[in-house]
């Protein structure tokens, strides 16, 4: 039986309030952010912190959704008939990311990180800020 080990989906990606990288760690099995606070490392699961980086990528890509829809379609160079669905589909589903196999990790991250992708975690692991350059939404 082969089963897929749970990764960090944003590693590398998630910094503290202070631009410290918040390294990946494995206790046990189960991967954590070790988001540094003054002198203390504190680790945050990192299924906490990558649901809630999904959520709000897909609440930016929901309101954005057409802009996003007509982006990806410019850069496939033509529209078939179910493009803009199957786009549309995508950032409904985007909460599938979190199950293990269902993205190369490797290239989702290589992807985000050439973006200049950033998630900004305060010292409890809950999400300050998302930074991906072209997606920004006005402050409330």
Request: aromatic share 8%; hydrophobic share 45%; charged share 25%.
């Amino acid at each position: 039986m082969s089963e897929t080990r749970r990764q960090a989906l944003f590693a590398d990606l998630v910094f503290n309030q202070d631009g410290q990288i918040a390294e990946v760690v494995y206790i046990g099995a189960v991967p954590h952010y070790a988001v540094l606070d003054g002198d203390f490392l504190r680790h945050v699961e990192a299924l906490q912190v990558d649901g809630e980086v999904v959520r709000v990528l897909q609440e930016r890509f929901s309101q954005m959704s057409d802009v996003v829809a007509d982006s990806a379609i410019q850069m496939l160079g033509h529209e078939g008939l179910f493009t803009r669905a199957s786009i549309k589909h995508a950032i409904e589903h985007m909460d599938r990311l979190l199950e293990p196999g269902m993205v190369n990790v490797d290239e989702f991250r290589t992807a985000l990180w050439m973006s200049k992708f950033r998630a900004i975690v305060d010292r409890h692991g809950d999400v300050v800020k998302v930074e991906l350059p072209g997606l920004e939404l006005p402050e409330d």
